[in-house]
């Protein structure tokens, strides 16, 4: 939804040999895309989506993307929407007042993305989109509508419209996180139902997850309230994260106070929305059983997580780790009921050697954890290890 163009002009680095053009049904449409040098075979993709009156380029930029493809390893695709008959840029997912557009934008993102794939060798299996706003809302869309595409949707103070929320009905089960600010003025927390704001009938964010939610048979619930870590934004972030048996994940993050606006950019800061969508999207594939045998065992080969000692531990513990090559390190805490309790390492890249980190038996927030057992995950490319640790007060 919605008009999206206030700091764009802050963000307007070029991006140089990105810009391509893809013809469907007729139409030669626009895109920005972007892989990093050296970039793994059945590597991620994403596609991202501006807001309405936005741009392809304004989006990449803002968000980020590129740099977090770079430190990542995945690709980033940001098309442009068409034009309507207000001389504006938007994303064809219903609105009241584009009774007369015809532009088929969900059958052109799943082609383009079909061809991204097959082009430069990106995954089918981990392709993930998200939007800002109107192209949040088209994220809901391709939920709906291309989940033999998309594995994952990620929106951004996004909605979904009644005309496609009565008829969604998702050939497979997909991962929604949706990030709304709770003072939102221009996609309402509470939705407009009765189309007073003239954008067309839409459903409020609770709905919305609710509906999410029971598609994906989602039984575990955890509420939590974030680190307040900027107390100058006047917001802060709970967080509602569904899963079931199967990790798939309905998640929320309610930002109270909060606007129409991409954390990490301007409004709540937190976080940065692009992080925490690459994170929410790196879960569905960051499960070692998903890859063949063969190529796991070969691998974990030149890697090793050792036991923790003391263990059981009450105060610091040190996680010892050998790597066989130099490589980027993750390595993060969770208790038995997937919670992340804390983050030791984030991608960071170690020679070949042995190496450790320290627990001080704190969670992110500095708070002291309870007794009980605990996993620790070290990721390595896309290797996990995980080791249980017992904390005894």
């Not at 890697?303 to 490589?327: D, K």
Request: net charge negative.
């Amino acid at each position: 939804m919605k008009i999206f163009g206030v700091f764009i002009l802050l963000f307007n680095l070029l991006l140089s040999q990105s810009y391509h053009t893809f013809n469907f049904e007729g139409l030669e449409r626009e895109y920005y895309f972007y892989k990093p040098d050296n970039l793994d075979e059945d590597a991620p993709l994403i596609m991202g989506f501006h807001g309405y009156g936005g741009s392809a380029q304004s989006f990449i930029n803002y968000t980020e993307f590129m740099n977090y493809a770079d430190q990542y390893g995945f690709a980033i695709c940001s098309p442009q929407g068409t034009i309507d008959d207000y001389n504006t840029s938007f994303w064809n997912v219903g609105y009241s007042f584009h009774d007369n557009e015809i532009v088929n934008d969900v059958g052109f993102v799943s082609e383009l993305a079909r061809f991204l794939q097959n082009e430069y060798d990106l995954s089918v299996d981990k392709t993930f989109c998200t939007g800002m706003s109107n192209g949040g809302d088209l994220s809901y869309l391709l939920a709906c509508q291309a989940s033999d595409i998309f594995s994952a949707a990620a929106p951004v103070a996004g909605c979904m419209m009644v005309n496609f929320y009565n008829e969604c009905s998702p050939s497979n089960n997909i991962s929604i996180f949706e990030i709304h600010g709770k003072d939102d003025d221009t996609t309402l927390w509470d939705g407009d139902i009765n189309d007073q704001d003239g954008w067309g009938p839409y459903l409020g964010t609770s709905t919305i997850i609710d509906f999410w939610v029971q598609q994906n048979q989602c039984a575990n619930y955890i509420l939590d309230t974030l680190q307040d870590v900027n107390t100058f934004d006047g917001s802060y972030i709970i967080s509602h994260r569904y899963s079931n048996e199967n990790n798939n994940r309905v998640w929320l993050y309610e930002i109270v106070n909060g606007g129409h606006d991409w954390p990490g950019v301007w409004g709540n800061m937190d976080i940065h929305a692009t992080k925490e969508i690459w994170d929410f999207f790196e879960l569905s594939f960051l499960d070692s059983t998903s890859m063949s045998h063969d190529s796991y065992s070969k691998n974990l080969n030149q890697y090793s997580l050792i036991q923790n000692y003391p263990n059981p531990f009450n105060g610091p513990t040190t996680i010892e780790f050998e790597l066989l090559n130099s490589a980027y390190v993750s390595i993060k805490i969770f208790d038995l009921n997937g919670r992340m309790i804390t983050e030791l390492l984030d991608r960071k890249r170690f020679h070949a050697g042995k190496h450790n980190a320290i627990w001080s038996d704190f969670d992110y927030k500095g708070g002291v954890i309870a007794s009980g057992v605990y996993l620790c995950r070290l990721t390595i490319d896309k290797i996990n290890i995980i080791k249980k640790m017992t904390y005894i007060k």
